[in-house]
């Protein structure tokens, strides 16, 4: 499978300029390499107009298909926009927002039975790294994670991608240490291949990602791509970053 690209460009751009984002990509043969998360009120029109790129959704509500639920939007209403990709549990939405594990795991249930590949976050804190107990932090977080998975009908069909983004990283240009990255990234895909749906599982990593390190952390064994935030507000960086991507495989 080609290394993947998220990009994440959270409550940025007005509908102009997300759309000379996606013409600037139009012209370039990236297909399933890049998925690109603009603001919703965007997404149906962007996917109408640019059928070759995939759109992803930054969050879905916990309430799965229509109702009085004031500024929320559903699974359902994803789906029907031509969105197949959601953001869930980003550390910004959990911290921000409140969202509990419970919201988080609703969402994804969302997601997969409308066939949407969620894109689930986790990551420790700063102080869960500092004091050394992020290894039962990640477990805590994923075991619920690979419960909903196991438990899904067809589960031999889901398509899941988990972000292990640090909330230290994220933002602060800092990044684990290659050994850090390598510890983690293996903790969690043993813990993933102990479940019955480990091979319909991408691992990404998230967190202050850039041109100078992107090649590195996508060479690591178990990273399947990467959720890249600030440096994917510039088209031209994420154009960059999936050509050297490409020079990688
Ligand atoms: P960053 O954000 O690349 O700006 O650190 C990553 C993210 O929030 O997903």
Redesign the pocket.
């Known amino acids: 499978m080609k290394p993947l690209i998220i990009a994440?460009c959270k409550m940025n751009f007005s509908l102009k300029e997300a759309d000379e984002y996606c013409i600037n990509l139009t012209d370039k043969k990236f297909k399933n390499q890049l998925i690109i998360s603009f603001p919703v009120p965007y997404m149906a029109y962007l996917a109408d107009k640019f059928k070759t790129l995939a759109f992803c959704a930054q969050n879905i509500s916990i309430f799965d298909s229509f109702g009085a639920y004031t500024g929320e939007y559903s699974s359902l209403m994803v789906k029907s926009c031509g969105i197949n990709y959601s953001i869930i549990g980003?550390s910004e939405r959990r911290n921000l927002f409140d969202e509990s594990e419970e919201m988080v795991l609703q969402k994804v249930i969302n997601c997969l039975k409308l066939s949407i590949t969620p894109i689930i976050c986790i990551g420790e804190s700063l102080k869960i790294r500092q004091n050394g107990t992020y290894k039962e932090f990640i477990n805590k977080q994923l075991y619920p994670i690979i419960d909903v998975m196991s438990s899904t009908r067809n589960k031999e069909k889901i398509d899941v991608i988990i972000a292990y983004?640090p909330i230290w990283?994220?933002?602060t240009g800092l990044t684990p240490s290659v050994s850090e990255l390598v510890e983690t990234f293996a903790l969690i895909s043993s813990l993933l291949k102990q479940s019955a749906v480990a091979f319909n599982i991408r691992l990404v990593y998230?967190?202050?990602?850039d041109l100078d390190n992107i090649k590195q952390i996508m060479a690591l064994e178990n990273i399947d791509g990467v959720?890249?935030?600030?440096?994917s507000l510039n088209c031209d960086t994420v154009i960059k970053m999936l050509e050297l991507v490409e020079e990688h495989v």
């Open positions: 994440n980003h983004e990283s994220i933002g998230g967190g202050s990602i959720l890249v935030g600030k440096a």
